[in-house]
């Protein structure tokens, strides 16, 4: 008895020194960044963790030139609409390949996959041409429309598994009660894949959010991201180290707010459409 | 059946009508490709014979652009053409702007380069030749001097377009903002307590980073250069001193170029450099890019640095580095019995689109971003430095700026004659550079068991990469 206590406490100490040690691992570069946000630029090569701490490089890149400020805003509007353009169309889509057969319906299924498969580099040429010659180059609704590239087979494929999930019986027996198709699928199927829907949308939101090539080479002039912005600060007479620290931090809010507002239905959300029973 | 063939028809009509609609939209009606320059060329020059244009410029993050950004409001209200532009580090700043070009969609109309890429830009037609311009008085500024410029340095931007000839003859392809000179810079506070002597000749720099090993702790080193494996370790303090020791990349033989860095010149170069690195050079070389090599020299890390005038002259304002007011500046070493001073030309210059629909704006934003008043303010109040014109450098106003940086006035003067491109042009610069620095990690790794040895491959490597080329 007493050995197996004793067992069972080695056996969580050790599992706790692994973590203790895997988060040091893992959060340290986030202390660094942090510590270095606060460094000027003649302390960063030659101090480590003592140092004078100094808010010029926050006072830089959040109040002098609204510039970032503005990148930021951009990349809410961008990343955000694409998100909300991949639910409108990615939902109905996801429903359709999940309940209706049609022809050649795994064909295109896959062809939207496959949308992830190029890389962008590849692709950019063409789309940058296209893009010109249609008057979408450098605009809001430009960058919104590319970035389904990333966000919509993500969303499709993650919710065509719910829908799967999802027995036609609970539908038929909802019609039966009188529902029509519109209710049925706000009142009954919406609330049911939830889990799904929010962790592949955020999971979708946070690709579009950190995309560099797409807005690097398809806007520049009136719009800028925040992805590109931060590299601003690497100057051709130098890298503001410090500034950078915090135009990342700055960048990196928006996605871990929203990953701690829905953290209940991350795991859930994103492990349950992949077994089926 | 019936019904789903109409649809069809019905589709496909509707598709074919879209696609020549759209078609129609996108081709230009010929005539309309005609400039806005040449509708405009009028009589007289008049700085706002474009007005009411917008222009589009891309720039490098660069202090030479930064100082632009700030004259755009003022370039504005003087001649009434619009700017727009966009700000990209250089990290990847040469794919965007390949892109764009690419499309020749004429957007942007202007764009920042360096000499290398018009090497690959002004054959493949997408940048303009100046001298039309420049050639007409009606689009001239009376008090526009383009003879005002370096010779060697506005010389880097003509080329004839024929590979393997030297760059000076041919079109003007660019203007240029400023230009980097290689020479040695080094720390006056660690070369005073150590009581050291500034070397002027190779040998001597050798001695000196053997007297200035861990000159202030573990971690410290004598001489920051670049290393990575990419063609920016080849150009700045290697190439100077590899033409300083007598030796050329290529010639030409029986119409194609032939690489000549296994020449006894070229061997006994590389093994010297080799001998720095491992002598004085930063424990990670082999990574070292220009931000490392000058961070390290602003932060006391390195006591020299061989590289670019201005990597050095960047940490040097107060309150920008560690050792900032203690650096210095000399002309490159030379070999042992040289005398005459031969340095690697990089020029920072702006180019203009081939397929611009607003040429005369265009050229009337960079006559007047090149001219000697802007370039004279932009080292005085913009934070720029190497002027390209001797009348801006020789004003007192300037030299009182640049004399507060010691020896750097005398180090200018003492490179310039002999700063132009070291280089043969040709279209695989980039890639026939960038297989020379790894063969230099490789030799430096110990690889080769010689450094003639690893010169005979990368010449075997760099005539196949070069192949293709007709050289006359």
């Known amino acids: 008895m007493m050995k197996n206590r004793l067992m069972d406490l080695l056996k969580n100490v050790s599992a706790y020194t692994v973590i203790c040690l895997y988060s040091i691992f893992a959060i340290f570069p986030l202390i660094w960044l942090v510590i270095i946000s606060f460094k000027s630029d003649t302390q960063m090569y030659n101090t480590t963790f003592i140092f004078t701490p100094t808010l010029d490089n926050y006072k830089i890149v959040l109040f002098e030139g609204a510039d970032y400020i503005q990148a930021f805003i951009n990349n809410i509007i961008v990343s955000g609409g694409a998100v909300l353009l991949s639910l409108l169309v990615g939902v109905p889509a996801a429903y359709a390949f999940a309940r209706y057969n049609f022809a050649k319906k795994e064909d295109l299924a896959f062809t939207i996959l496959s949308f992830k498969f190029a890389p962008e580099i590849l692709v950019i040429l063409p789309l940058f041409m296209i893009y010109q010659k249609i008057g979408l180059y450098d ?139 | 059946m019936k019904k789903s063939k109409s649809i069809k028809i019905f589709v496909s009509v509707l598709v074919i009508l879209v696609l020549s609609m759209n078609m129609m939209a996108c081709s230009t009606p010929a005539g309309e490709t005609d400039t806005e320059g040449d509708a405009a060329a009028v009589e007289g020059f008049s700085w706002d014979m474009a007005s009411g244009s917008t222009i589009k410029v891309m720039f490098n993050q660069h202090p030479y652009a930064e100082a632009i950004i700030k004259k755009i409001p003022e370039f504005t209200e003087e001649t009434g053409i619009e700017v727009e532009y966009s700000l990209t580090p250089e990290e990847n700043y040469f794919d965007k702007l390949t892109i764009a070009l690419n499309s020749r969609s004429g957007d942007p109309d202007l764009f920042m380069t360096g000499a290398y890429q018009i090497w690959e830009y002004a054959p493949a037609g997408y940048t303009a030749d100046l001298d039309q311009f420049l050639n007409d008085p009606n689009m001239v500024d009376p008090s526009y001097d383009v003879d005002d410029f370096y010779e060697g340095i506005i010389g880097g931007l003509r080329w004839d377009l024929k590979a393997g000839h030297k760059i000076g003859t041919g079109p003007l392809w660019a203007l240029p903002l400023g230009f980097e000179s290689n020479v040695l810079a080094y720390n006056k506070r660690v070369f005073d307590e150590m009581d050291l002597e500034v070397p002027t000749t190779m040998q001597e720099l050798l001695a000196v980073c053997e007297e200035l090993k861990e000159f202030g702790g573990p971690g410290t080193y004598p001489l920051a250069i670049r290393g990575a494996r990419n063609w920016g370790t080849i150009h700045p303090g290697y190439m100077t001193t590899y033409s300083n020791y007598g030796a050329v990349d290529f010639t030409i033989e029986d119409g194609k170029l032939i690489s000549q860095v296994n020449s006894p010149e070229a061997v006994e170069m590389t093994e010297m450099w080799v001998d720095l690195i491992e002598v004085g050079g930063a424990p990670s070389w082999s990574s070292y890019t220009w931000y490392q090599a000058g961070a390290d020299f602003g932060a006391g890390k390195a006591a020299m640095l061989f590289d670019a005038t201005c990597n050095g002259y960047f940490q040097n304002p107060e309150g920008a580095s560690e050792e900032a007011g203690n650096l210095a500046w000399v002309a490159p070493p030379l070999p042992e019995g040289k005398t005459e001073i031969n340095s690697n030309l990089w020029t920072w210059s702006m180019a203009m689109n081939e397929a611009s629909k607003n040429k005369t704006a265009a050229w009337l934003f960079l006559q007047y971003f090149t001219s000697a008043d802007y370039q004279k303010w932009s080292i005085t109040e913009g934070n720029c430095v190497d002027p390209p014109r001797k009348s801006v450098f020789e004003s007192q106003e300037v030299q009182d700026v640049l004399a507060t940086n010691t020896g750097y006035i005398e180090a200018f003067n003492a490179t310039v004659p002999g700063t132009t491109i070291q280089f043969t042009p040709q279209p695989h610069f980039f890639q026939t550079t960038t297989e020379w620095a790894a063969t230099l990690q490789d030799i430096v790794a110990g690889n080769y068991d010689s450094v003639q040895e690893g010169m005979d491959q990368l010449k075997k490597t760099m005539d196949e990469i070069v192949a293709d080329v007709e050289a006359e």
Do not use: C
């Open chain 1, 139 to 277: 605009t809001y609704f430009g960058l919104i429309w590319v970035y389904q590239l990333i966000t919509l087979p993500l969303l499709i494929w993650v919710l065509r598994g719910y829908f799967e999930e999802i027995s036609v019986e609970v539908e038929q027996a909802a019609n039966l009660d009188g529902y029509p198709w519109y209710s049925v699928f706000w009142k009954i199927l919406v609330p049911l894949i939830k889990p799904g829907l929010v962790a592949s949308s955020l999971l979708a939101f946070i690709f579009a959010w950190n995309s560099f090539t797409f807005p690097l080479l398809l806007s520049g002039f009136q719009i800028e991201t925040v992805t590109v912005a931060a590299l601003r600060y690497i100057g051709s007479d130098t890298v503001h180290y410090g500034q950078m620290a915090v135009a990342a931090a700055v960048a990196a809010l928006p996605e871990v707010v929203l990953a701690l507002i829905i953290q209940k239905h991350l795991v859930r959300g994103l492990s349950f459409g992949a077994v089926k029973g």
